[in-house]
């Protein structure tokens, strides 16, 4: 009997995320949500989607997102000027204000996306629970406003969220010591997150395919790294630019305790789900120095 090919396929897919279902149930993922995967309808349906799916079988997902694109968008909307420091945003009093209304909303949109999928979500920002705790940021000496450097990260809410059978959605605002609102990088607050809570992968969806070994050359991105091959290619000068401050946090979140992190561009649908579920992945994993790569060229 004749089977279509198709549907041959569709179960080789199936068997080959078996061995990835079983090794990450249970396991607690972050899911780092920027880019133009966050303004785009389509993709952002499809982002959730694929994170409902991971709950669904059986993972602990967390999503931090940003809105950099959307709080700039607002900043435009309500006439405010903007002020760069070194290239760095300046988050003033009423830029604070504004970014913080322009996250809660973002964050509520994502939380009613996921409810409609029949899943349980939570909405909190760094405030929430004394999440997380930060001090003034500079840029060199610069004063950049209220942008603050996570300086201590308090799980509970997260862990009571997780073991309720919430799905957490973080958007990264925290307060210093005194109780003062503070900005804080997406990114920063992802790696953060999930190396308080040693979580099994890190997945940053960006506008970036993952790291290439020719910065031209979008063939050329490298499947799997491990975190000293990261180090020699920063130190080569191959990593550079806007993807220099994302390695760096990938190799600290590593260093301390995170198993895997991936780098992906969030332009691709579903490709949450190629990157962890399939062998060649669509982005970058960076891995311990002592871990087994899945991909060997």
């Not at 198709?6 to 090794?23: F, G």
């Not at 972050?30 to 966050?38: E, H, I, P």
């Not at 903007?82 to 003033?92: E, I, P, Q, S």
């Not at 204000?97 to 994502?110: D, P």
Request: proline share 3%; net charge negative; hydrophobic share 40%.
């Amino acid at each position: 009997m004749m089977v279509n090919q198709k549907y041959l396929d569709k179960a080789e897919v199936l068997i080959e995320a078996l061995p990835y279902i079983q090794r990450f149930s249970k396991k607690i993922i972050v899911v780092k949500y920027g880019g133009s995967a966050m303004i785009d309808e389509e993709l952002k349906q499809d982002v959730i989607e694929d994170v409902v799916l991971l709950k669904l079988i059986g993972f602990k997902p967390i999503i931090v997102h940003g809105g950099g694109k959307e709080i700039s968008r607002w900043v435009d909307k309500v006439g405010m000027d903007t002020k760069f420091v070194n290239g760095l945003r300046v988050t003033d009093a009423d830029t604070m204000e504004l970014a913080e209304m322009v996250l809660a909303r973002v964050n509520k949109e994502l939380v009613a996306k996921i409810q409609t999928l029949g899943i349980k979500a939570a909405g909190i920002s760094g405030k929430d629970g004394g999440l997380l705790t930060v001090e003034k940021k500079f840029s060199g000496s610069e004063d950049i406003g209220f942008v603050g450097d996570v300086t201590e990260v308090d799980t509970k809410i997260l862990e009571d969220l997780l073991e309720k059978d919430f799905l957490p959605v973080v958007f990264p605002v925290g307060m210093d010591k005194d109780g003062v609102t503070y900005n804080i990088n997406a990114d920063e607050a992802a790696s953060s997150i999930a190396t308080a809570l040693r979580a099994e992968k890190l997945a940053y969806l960006s506008d970036v395919e993952g790291v290439r070994l020719d910065p031209e050359d979008p063939e050329s991105v490298i499947s799997e790294l491990y975190t000293n091959e990261a180090q020699d290619l920063i130190e080569q000068g191959v990593i550079s630019g806007g993807m220099l401050p994302k390695i760096e946090n990938c190799i600290d979140a590593i260093n301390k305790g995170v198993s895997r992190v991936h780098i992906m561009d969030g332009r691709i649908p579903h490709g949450l789900l190629l990157e962890i579920f399939t062998n060649k992945g669509i982005g970058t994993a960076i891995i311990k120095e002592n871990e087994e790569k899945y991909w060997n060229e």
